[in-house]
């Protein structure tokens, strides 16, 4: 199949696009909820475990695999969107 050429920049302003939003929300979960805001979040307790300790130690791995899946799911879309779909 072949694209044309704003066919082409279309999707990949559309997975530019995705990445960057994900981009966005694992720094925050990494480096802001575990670092610039962990005393804030530390005054919360989960399972006896301040909050920030957790997205410090996990949260952000938590949150890093939710967006691999959450991509896998978004691209597929996008990719039946402009016709490339796996067959």
Request: charged share 15%.
């Amino acid at each position: 199949m072949s694209f044309s050429k704003e066919q082409a920049a279309a999707y990949w302003q559309a997975n530019i696009k995705l990445v960057l939003k994900l981009l966005v929300i694992w720094f925050v979960s990494a480096y802001c909820c575990g670092i610039l805001f962990v005393d804030l979040l530390n005054t919360i307790q989960i399972g006896g475990y301040k909050l920030g300790f957790w997205f410090a130690q996990q949260g952000a791995m938590y949150i890093f695999v939710a967006l691999v899946f959450y991509y896998a799911k978004r691209i597929g879309q996008i990719d039946r969107e402009f016709g490339l779909e796996e067959e």
